[in-house]
């Protein structure tokens, strides 16, 4: 039971080159979220999605870009890097919306540096 | 918009001593409050929860009341190990507007034996 896994884990990116980070569940969630943690500023919503095929901007979407074809898969791609997007990026699920008792489950993360 | 505020860290603190940590939060309509945990290179885990007023969350020894008087939620533990040594995050969930979640900036909480 894998539960949420991202890859890659960490990577190194130099600035103007692209790549997406995965986002898989296997709990048949239907929300997904990805956030992106920075020091002294908390988790801040990038991008989210509300069911297949659906995709949303959140607080901090420039820059970004998201797909989610597969209701288990949630992709996040960065067509030209930038040194302001080095960050700790988490994916993130909630099985629907609207339930109180619902928490979100975390991913372990993408440390992603920028040169 | 909805906001939470907790206090900054780092919190240092002895093995067995009583921890608080405070958050306070602002929301126009009626959140769920939750604590999160993450521990050195790992992901966030959820510690603990509230969905009304007047709710106590706890878990490993951990607890927190939702108090909407106050618009706080603040973490307890009575006796803190060594082990507890983590990063805490307060947050609220923004429901009826997609349940994203608006976080604190996080405190860092360093427990010596």
């Known amino acids: 039971n894998a539960g949420v896994t991202q890859t890659p884990k960490f990577r190194v990116l130099k600035t103007g080159q692209s790549m997406t980070l995965l986002c898989a569940q296997d709990m048949n969630h239907e929300y997904m979220y990805w956030y992106r943690q920075d020091p002294g500023m908390g988790l801040r919503l990038i991008h989210y999605?509300?069911?297949?095929?659906?995709?949303a901007k959140g607080e901090v979407p420039d820059g970004y870009n998201v797909s989610r074809l597969k209701k288990q898969n949630f992709l996040l791609g960065l067509e030209s890097a930038a040194p302001s997007q080095t960050s700790v990026y988490f994916c993130?699920?909630?099985?629907?919306?609207?339930?109180?008792?619902?928490?979100?489950?975390f991913g372990d993360g993408t440390r992603l540096s920028i040169l | 918009g909805d906001s939470v505020t907790q206090m900054e860290g780092p919190v240092t603190l002895s093995e067995e001593a009583f921890l608080t940590i405070n958050c306070t939060y602002t929301?126009?309509?009626?959140?769920?409050l939750f604590w999160y945990v993450q521990y050195p290179g790992e992901g966030l885990q959820l510690l603990l929860k509230a969905t009304k007023a007047d709710d106590k969350g706890s878990n490993k020894g951990f607890e927190a009341t939702y108090r909407k008087e106050t618009t706080s939620f603040h973490l307890e533990k009575g006796s803190v190990q060594v082990s507890d040594s983590a990063v805490y995050f307060c947050?609220?969930?923004?429901?009826?507007?997609?349940?994203?979640?608006?976080f604190g900036t996080g405190t860092r909480l360093q427990v010596f034996p």
């Open positions: 999605s509300v069911g297949e095929g659906t995709t």
């Open positions: 947050a609220l969930s923004d429901e009826g507007n997609t349940d994203k979640l608006i």
């Open positions: 929301a126009t309509g009626y959140p769920s």
């Open positions: 993130a699920t909630l099985r629907e919306g609207g339930l109180r008792n619902q928490p979100q489950h």
